[in-house]
């Protein structure tokens, strides 16, 4: 990691220019990129008197001078917080453009344009306005330059599907970074009228008085002080989520809680499963748009990358998170299009043909798997998994699984794999399911429908 020396320093503090230097230096080699004029450059505004810095708040402070300065200690370990920070290209997160449905996290703040706040919104209006993020990085308009520090327009994936038009992508790793800051700044923005009170009476105040308010005052970092996210311990379990949605105040208890699979970030939305209208658990964007299904169409969804993360790296996580539904553990299943995701990627793999690259052999193409019938009526349910884009054209049908059999196999695999889950699992640990189970919703996207 490379670090430029600080010049002019006063009592630890650094000036706009330094700190935009400083901060250029130690993120040069981080994995995630990082924008050049933080401090000085827009969104900066001394008028907010901070700048965010990936998942952290740095405060400006005035000098005897009348000049705007900041911490150095504080700006290094930003850079040392985000230099550690992994990023995986291929696991991306789809920012829009999306409706979210009922559950927007936070309650509505206004903010200027130096604000973070609704990273997600900021961006899809930029890239979806005519010039698009080259515009904006031109500096026309005034328009956000950067978010948190954090050059996004780097990374950022456009794809385009034919019928279904323009959609944005960014790495989870990003997406978690903005959430994260977006959280910290609003416990910021919270927290500044005590701020303000606090110094105005430290002013007025005698050495004395000064001493004793600061022992007795809660310590606060620059962020200002913040309240801690609750884990999440089953409070909503066997709560219907119609129910739940229409209760007052739900956005912000939801918030409250620290997401209930990554456990890290805050949690943003309330998780349910569509077949049987339970709520799992409050999670974060980023965990609910990584077991988002990707589907082509109301029966069809092709088996995408993050899957690998369900159910190799973190199955025993997102194993237990579905089945806080009380309909799947009493059942001991998964949601349809989570069950057939599953049978072509795992139960189907033998059956995957492979072609010879440089370096050794790889599966061919990408999986896809579609269905007749419903969960409701076993009998008639028909999982077909087949292979798109081939490269030599040649293969493309791979197995018709019956609904039964793909759930059987599933029951065997989860118990092998997550012994714990599977034993909390099976029908007699529940008898008031509901009667007549709601129908799979395929479309995520419509209003109210997001959240799978």
């Known amino acids: 990691m490379s670090e430029h020396v600080v010049l002019g320093r006063t009592g630890g503090l650094i000036s706009l220019g330094a700190a935009d230097a400083l901060w250029a230096g130690l993120t ?3 994995a995630v990129p990082t924008a050049s004029g933080v401090f000085t450059g ?12 990936g998942g952290r708040v740095v405060g400006m402070a005035k000098t005897s001078g009348g000049r705007w300065s900041v911490a150095e200690h504080e700006v290094r370990r930003a850079a040392a917080e985000l230099s550690t920070l992994e990023m995986d290209c ?3 997160v789809r920012i829009g453009p999306f409706r979210i ?3 927007r996290g936070a309650p509505e ?7 973070l706040l609704r990273w997600r919104r900021r961006v899809m209006r930029e890239v979806q306005e005519p010039g698009g993020p080259g515009r904006a990085a031109r500096g026309e308009d005034g328009r956000s330059c950067h978010l948190a520090g954090i050059d996004w327009r780097q990374v950022m994936v456009e794809r385009t599907r034919e019928g279904a038009g323009r959609t944005w992508w960014l790495p989870r790793a990003v997406v978690r970074l903005l959430d994260a800051a977006e959280h910290a700044e609003s416990q910021w923005l919270h927290a500044a009228p005590a701020r ?10 005698s050495h004395h008085r000064q001493t004793r308010a600061a022992d007795s005052r809660q310590t606060a970092g620059p962020e200002g002080p913040t309240a801690p996210l609750r884990p999440y311990n089953g409070e909503l379990e066997g709560q219907l989520y119609s129910a739940l949605s229409r209760k007052p105040g739900i956005s912000r208890k939801v918030a409250q809680w620290a997401c209930a699979v990554c456990r890290t970030a805050p949690a943003t939305v309330l998780d349910h499963c569509h077949e049987h209208g339970y709520a799992r658990a409050p999670v974060c964007r980023s965990c609910n748009t990584q077991e988002r299904p990707d589907h082509l169409y109301s029966n069809d969804i092709r088996v995408a990358g993050h899957y690998r993360h369900l ?5 025993a996580d997102w194993l237990r998170h579905w089945h806080r539904c009380p309909g799947c553990r009493a059942r001991t299943t998964l949601p349809l299009p989570h069950l057939a995701a599953w049978t072509a990627h795992i139960a189907c793999r033998p059956l995957r043909p492979t072609h010879r690259v440089s370096r050794g052999r790889e599966p061919c193409g990408v999986l896809r798997v579609s269905w007749t019938g419903s969960q409701n009526a076993p009998r008639s349910c028909l999982l077909t998994v087949t292979v798109d884009f081939c490269p030599s054209g040649e293969h493309r049908f791979l197995a018709h699984v019956p609904y039964r059999e793909a759930a059987g196999q599933f029951r065997t695999w989860l118990a092998e794999t997550a012994p714990a889950v599977s034993a909390a699992a ?3 640990r529940l008898d008031d399911l509901p009667a007549q189970p709601r129908p799979v919703i395929a479309d995520t996207s419509g209003e109210g429908l997001a959240l799978f």
């Open 28 to 30: 040069a080699d981080s």
């Open 42 to 53: 827009p969104p900066a505004d001394a008028r907010v008197e901070y700048v965010l810095l």
């Open 90 to 92: 291929r696991d991306l």
């Open 101 to 103: 449905g009922p559950f």
């Open 109 to 115: 703040q206004q903010c200027n344009e130096g604000t």
């Open 196 to 205: 303000q009170a606090s110094a105005v009476a430290t002013e007025r105040a």
């Open 311 to 315: 159910f190799h790296t973190h199955a």
């Open 426 to 428: 099976g029908p007699d």
